[in-house]
Nanobody
Framework: QVQLVESGGGLVQAGGSRRLSCAASGSTFSIRTIGWYRQVPGKQRDLVARIDSGGSTVYADSVRGRFTISRDNAKNTVYLHMDSLKPEDTAVYYC???????????????WGQGTQVTVSS
């Protein structure tokens, strides 16, 4: 099972930038789709961006054009670069590797512990 650890959260002013990192353990990282989600208290956890093993990306409408997801398989790390941050981007950001089958083996769904991003106005 892949272990995920997020970092890079903190306080940033509106209009600023921040880069989050999701470091993964395990040998299967390069074949895993990795997603960034965010959650505010009392609301569901929503997809922010996702990148698959081939580098194809998906973005939520609310962040498209401002956020960029990328991966470095040599470092077992996925990044979320956030530009033009808004107060409504304030949330706990989580890294996720959805469960999948590969080579007749099942790799379960995995979440990181989350990192807080606070955007001040």
């Amino acid at each position: 099972q892949v272990q995920l650890v997020e970092s890079g959260g903190g306080l940033v002013q509106a209009g600023g930038s921040r880069r989050l990192s999701c470091a993964a353990s395990g040998s299967t990282f390069s074949i895993r789709t990795i997603g960034w989600y965010r959650q505010v208290p009392g609301k569901q956890r929503d997809l922010v961006a996702r990148i698959d093993s081939g580098g194809s990306t998906v973005y939520a409408d609310s962040v498209r054009g401002r956020f960029t997801i990328s991966r470095d398989n040599a470092k077992n790390t996925v990044y979320l670069h956030m530009d033009s941050l808004k107060p409504e981007d304030t949330a706990v950001y989580y890294c996720n590797a959805p469960g999948m089958w590969a080579n007749f083996e099942y790799y379960p769904n995995s979440w990181g512990q989350g990192t807080q991003v606070t955007v001040s106005s």
